[in-house]
């Protein structure tokens, strides 16, 4: 069974230009979750999608990130105009019927200079 | 609100010792309880969860967890440690949502 994939792995940028990161889920994961995980810090959930609709975005900063999952399958998560303090790494996850049990990319890692 | 509270940023420990990192959580509802753990450069991996049911759950590696409703704990040991158990553990909550919480995790530091 293939896993979460994500791209890219790492992304340099500097502040004020924008970045996108794609996530394609579990084959048949119905959740899909994107986190945002800061040095030394556990993952903040930035928006949680149920199919195609939001079900929690009250963390996503909304003035500079926005995410879409159109056809209820992969998703994309993008930061304009990127800021030093989006540096982190942003981990997409999904789940399936089983409570609580998300399963994560690696992550791709944000360097804003 | 629900909060995750892990009270050693860094565990370390020698090879074949045994280790507990230790998590509190706060709820004002039933929930349910997870250990993730993080090798470098690597995504999130489910150890082992609390639904319902024996307080006592055991994981994937050897691991285990104890849930605590009156002390709101939900500590994780394992017996004997080994190298390859370095890595940074995370604890918890979803209060039912299926939106997890987590702490600031604990990073295990394994050595010979």
């Known amino acids: 069974e293939a896993g979460v994939a994500q791209s890219p792995r790492y992304k340099i940028i500097e502040k004020r230009q924008s970045v996108a990161f794609w996530c394609n889920p579990i084959?048949?994961?119905?959740?899909l979750y994107w986190y945002q995980q800061i040095l030394g810090q556990g993952p903040k959930l930035l928006i949680q999608?149920?199919?195609?609709?939001?079900?929690?975005d009250s963390q996503l900063p909304k003035d500079r990130f926005s995410a879409e999952r159109l056809k209820g399958v992969d998703s994309t998560l993008k930061i304009q105009p990127a800021k030093l303090e989006d540096s982190a790494v942003y981990l997409c996850?999904?789940?399936?019927?089983?409570?609580?049990?998300?399963?994560f990319g690696e992550g791709s890692r944000l360097t804003v200079l | 609100a629900q909060s995750v509270t892990q009270l050693d940023s860094q565990v370390p420990v020698f090879e074949e010792a045994p280790v507990e990192l230790r998590c509190n959580y706060s709820s004002s509802v039933s929930v349910y309880l997870f250990w993730y753990v993080q090798y470098p450069n690597q995504g999130l991996q489910l150890l082992l969860k609390?639904?319902?049911?024996?307080?006592l759950v055991k994981g994937i590696n050897g691991f285990e967890a104890e849930f605590n409703k009156s002390q709101t704990s939900f500590h994780l040991r394992k017996p004997s440690v080994h190298i390859s158990d370095t890595a940074e553990y995370f604890c918890?909550?979803?209060?039912?949502?299926?939106?997890?919480?987590f702490g600031k995790g604990t990073m295990l530091l394994v050595s010979p």
């Open positions: 999608f149920q199919n195609n609709g939001v079900v929690d």
């Open positions: 084959s048949g994961h119905a959740t």
């Open positions: 918890a909550v979803d209060s039912g949502y299926s939106t997890l919480t």
């Open positions: 609390y639904l319902s049911g024996s307080t």
């Open positions: 996850a999904s789940s399936g019927p089983r409570a609580g049990e998300l399963f």
